[in-house]
């Protein structure tokens, strides 16, 4: 979740699309993410767009960098029949 963040920020149904679980185990995780300072969240209508925190230590930005990266999954989630329905 964090590595598909990297690329841009994206709402719940972005993230079940892309990982291939529930609505609800995207939540759960998002939540603890948030708890843990790591994600922030902002909500637009029904939906939640997470983001990375803008306030991330030196130490998570450093361990992100060797994340792989999804530009690509994003990039064919986003332009495919299966694209999420609230296309924010």
Known sequence: ??????????????????????????????????????????RRGQWVVYRLNDALPASAICLLKDLPDFSDEIGRLMSGDEAPVCRL
């Open 1 to 42: 979740m964090l590595a598909l963040l990297q690329v841009r920020p994206l709402c719940v149904c972005e993230l079940v699309s892309l990982l291939g679980i529930s609505q609800s185990a995207v939540s759960q995780h998002m939540r603890r993410l948030r708890e843990a300072g790591l994600v922030a969240g902002e």
